[in-house]
């Protein structure tokens, strides 16, 4: 990418479409020129917000509502609020730029915490505070995420091209996202969701190209933790869920074509033949070919980090503490008072859990307004 795609402060930067990375004819660069600046939510948006193909398919807390929002929605970027940029959590020094995305990234380093500025035990109850060990900033205060638009949960390419009259369609769901194309297959999407949630130490791992598949669904990603490991904690996630093509002799994902210049090159997006489209594509990757073309579940999973909500909205403890549908219903080999049963331990939990309910709140406005102003000078500093 070239230095405009961020540093361009006009907005009228732009790329030619099917142009290698050139600006397009149409964009003034003497005037893009006299407007370089600090990178805004737009130069990094443009990009992030629409990852995969349109708005939010990708990430679900990373959106162009995000472009001029309100604290409502993220806590952070809200216009109405202290109005961050990205870069403002996501600092350079030299290019380097801070922050992880577990979907390319493996290690734990060079990440963007949200304890930089608000240290490890940034609330005035303890019980608050003890949590910040093993639970993350994001598995409290990102109670819902896509609050604004949808993203999608699950792409099934095993459906697609069908045609109609002979040629592709598409098909909208009432708030105007794709439900079906058949250059891609079938969509389902959702808003207002409640994050699923995993252990997290800050590694993961990837499936490649080539890597054998073992199990189902295949794990595109993998985030490694557990309760025992020390420098794990409870985040909250998307999961992306797939259906992909698959070779069943080689038992491999297969890579199809999927553009191409001309009808009848092979490319799925013209001539919707899966077998060549196979064919060709993994010929063009270098690797086998059994003829053998199946779908198969996969997985991937995105970390929510974005649309912090205002501290009201926090997760409340009876959300997790709780028998029936507790959010962290899906995580288990430890113990959680009021979630699981031990009658001694739950006894003292729930006492514990009720004085601290009742002893919440109670300090919690006054030292808000100290808290806050203090954060916003070390924000212009
Ligand atoms: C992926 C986005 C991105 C791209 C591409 C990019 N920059 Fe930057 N640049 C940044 C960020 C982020 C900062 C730090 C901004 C801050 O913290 O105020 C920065 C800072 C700078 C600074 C201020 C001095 C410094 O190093 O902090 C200059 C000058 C600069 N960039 C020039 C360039 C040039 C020239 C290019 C192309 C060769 C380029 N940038 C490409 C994101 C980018
Ligand atoms: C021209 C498009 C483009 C622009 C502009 C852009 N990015 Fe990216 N960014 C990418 C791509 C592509 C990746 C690789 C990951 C992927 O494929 O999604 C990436 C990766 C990242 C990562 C993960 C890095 C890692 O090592 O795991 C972060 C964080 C990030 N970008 C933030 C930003 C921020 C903040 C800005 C604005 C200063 C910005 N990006 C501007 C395209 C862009
Ligand atoms: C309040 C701080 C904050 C702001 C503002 C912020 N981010 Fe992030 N972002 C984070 C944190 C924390 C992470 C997790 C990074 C890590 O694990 O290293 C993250 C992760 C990411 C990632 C990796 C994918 C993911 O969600 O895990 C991308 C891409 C990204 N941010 C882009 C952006 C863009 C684009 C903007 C502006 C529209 C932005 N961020 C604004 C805090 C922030
Ligand atoms: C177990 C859930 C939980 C975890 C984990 C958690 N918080 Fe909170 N947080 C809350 C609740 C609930 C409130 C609202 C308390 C109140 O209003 O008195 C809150 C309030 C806040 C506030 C506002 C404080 C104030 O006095 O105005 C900030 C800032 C904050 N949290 C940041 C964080 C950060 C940063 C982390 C991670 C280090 C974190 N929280 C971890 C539940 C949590
Ligand atoms: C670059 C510094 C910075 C980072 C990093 C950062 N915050 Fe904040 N945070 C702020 C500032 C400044 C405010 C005050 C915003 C306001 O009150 O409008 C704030 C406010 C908050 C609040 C209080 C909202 C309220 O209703 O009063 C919560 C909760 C919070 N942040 C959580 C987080 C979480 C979770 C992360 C990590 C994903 C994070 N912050 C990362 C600077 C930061
Ligand atoms: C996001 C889910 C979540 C929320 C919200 C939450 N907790 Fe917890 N809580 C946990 C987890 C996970 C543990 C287990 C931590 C451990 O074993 O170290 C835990 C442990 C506890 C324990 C046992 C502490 C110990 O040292 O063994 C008590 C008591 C408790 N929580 C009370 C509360 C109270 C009170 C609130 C609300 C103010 C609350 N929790 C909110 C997830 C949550």
Redesign the pocket.
Known sequence: ?DCL??HDNSGSYLKAAGGAGNPDATVDLTKVAQHVGR?QRT??G???FF?GGGNNVKHGDLEMALFDTTREVDVHMGSDGVDMS??DC?TATEHQ?K???Y???SMNRNRVLCEECHSETPHTETMLNEHTRKVACQTCHVPTYAKVNSTKLRWDWSTAGRLRDGKPYEEKDALGDDTYMSIKGSFQWGRNLEPEYAWFDGTATHYLLGDPVTETPVRLNRLFGSYDDPDAKIIPVKVHRGRQPFDEGNRILVQPKLAGSQAGDGAFWRDFDWQRSATEGMALVGLPYSGKLAFVETEMVWPINHMVAPKGQAVSCAECHTRDGSRLAGLRAFYMPGRDRNPWVDGLGSLAIALAIAGAGIHATARAMSRRRRMERSLER
Do not use: E, R
Request: net charge positive; hydrophobic share 30%.
């Open positions: 990418m795609a961020c990178p130069n990094c443009t990009c992030h990852g990205c870069v996501h730029m922050g992880k995305l979907s390319i990234s």
